[in-house]
């Protein structure tokens, strides 16, 4: 029993972090039709925020908030450098664009900083586990969820509630319209690549509180469950991204657990496999997007 | 109100619109009539800066040719586009709010809003309702509403009695001669002649891109060419 909830903690703590990764590119994809391979560059910005701040004893709040300030400066940066020109290019050349965006991003964190990890010690409160009755379940995880979920409820709101975020949500499916209404177009993509970075940023502060350390290439693996997370879901649908995300971890960590130990090696063979089913059931995606005319 | 000079549209190696003038006196319904493919559409695009054209555009004395449709609505230029395209994922509420949104701020938004309501019945029983979920005449009308949402002192539509019930697109035209009424100057293309020479002060026919036949409302009713071509004898 322990075992078990362990277990699903565990996955429903990594599907919320696929989640909030793979939310972070359907969000810019819903607008500009980019897949932005550079995300998981930003969540390795946050991850050297994160450690610069605890090398330097900043308490973990603010150190967390200015990780992920910095992974949404990035994203804006990054958009306005390199994305910005490449507006008019057909979805390929841009998706090119962001390979050579996360490649020279990864160059500078290994010239720059170091190439080997550097570690990002949790303080002892975050590390221990919590006990309910029998049952003794691990704090990250725990708190991983939870902001996961505070992640999911504020994104919410902001779509819902702001002009901004119905601007967006607008921005998805008829662009053009949106520019006759007044919107700024170059405003709206801005604010996207700001909040898909704040999203890579939460992700980036979860994923370095499970592993404990941070180097160049640590975004890589992420950003990959992530396009597989949005393809599951339905590329460009925010729903998709969620439901995608959550049913990619909950996959790894059950396949990972409960399959027999000669078959360990092949875990993500099965998932891929559990995948391709998916497809096969659903070609466009859990929750597919409602495709509109884009600028 | 508007001038048009020599106005051209290319789509890649394709010319829409070629070499093209027309004036919109200033509280007029003007309409454009032609056939599919006449360029009009392409026309009402390059006005509001949808599509990128060569020539003059001038609107009380400003040249507003290649600004960004962005910047012309702020001019006081609202398209109502063919098709309707309203948001069909958003509330009635959050289409009309996001018409109105750099325009107006807080209570004015709010009395703008309420405006479009009062003349636009129908929009106030769905306001929470998705757009998406309402019938073709009230997805019109919404966006109708949301264009006007601007508060615009020029209003372009684009076949806004397309694919509508007779009922509905009467009511449509009676809305169109309303909005003049209150002193919004009106440019109109339709596929509809009949209706749209009803209630137009001017109109202009294109050809191919081109300028076939001008005259006012009634001149272009009772012509031969007009009577031949659109309104069936």
Sequence with gaps: MEFFLQQLLNAVSLGGIYALLALGLAVVFSIVALINFAHGELMTVAGYVLFVCILYAVPLPIAVVAAIGAAAVAAAATERLAFRPMRRADPTSLMLTSFAVSAILKVLFQNGISARPKPVPLPPELSGTLTFGPVRLGTVPLASILVTCLSLAALTLFLKRTVMGKAMRAAAEDFQVLRLMGIRANRVIAAAFALSGMLAGISAALWVAQRGSVDPLMGFVPVLKAFVASVIGGLGSLSGAVAGGFALGIAEVLFQAYLPEAALPFRDAFVLGVVILILLWRPDGLIPAKTGRRS | ?233
Excluded: W
């Design chain 2, 1 to 233: 109100m508007l001038e048009v000079e020599g106005l051209s549209v290319r789509y890649g190696a394709v010319e829409a619109v070629g070499s093209l003038g027309f004036t919109v006196p200033k509280g007029s319904i003007t309409v454009l009539l032609g056939a599919n493919g006449a360029g009009k559409s392409s026309t009402l695009n390059a006005i509001s800066g949808l599509a990128p054209s060569r020539g003059r555009i001038i609107l009380n004395g400003a040249e507003i040719g290649g600004l960004p449709p962005e910047e012309i609505v702020r001019r006081g230029i609202a398209l109502c586009p063919e098709g309707r395209r309203v948001f069909p994922s958003l509330s009635v509420a959050d289409n009309l709010h996001l018409g109105g949104a750099v325009h107006a701020k807080g209570d004015e938004l709010a009395s703008r809003t309420e405006a479009e309501l009062d003349r636009f019945p129908i929009l106030r029983e769905r306001y929470h309702q998705k757009a998406g979920l309402l019938s073709g005449g009230e997805q019109q009308m919404l966006a109708l509403a949301r264009a006007l949402m601007s508060a615009p002192r020029l209003l372009l539509l684009d076949e806004p009695s397309l694919g509508l019930a007779p009922k509905v697109v009467d009511q449509i035209f009676d809305l169109i001669a309303g909005l003049r009424s209150q002193g919004i100057t009106i440019l109109l293309v339709e596929q509809n002649a009949e209706r749209a020479l009803e209630i137009a002060d001017h109109g202009y026919v294109l050809q191919s891109g081109a300028l076939a036949l001008s005259g006012s409302g009634r001149e272009l009713a009772e012509s031969p060419l007009i009577r031949e071509a659109y309104l069936a004898g």
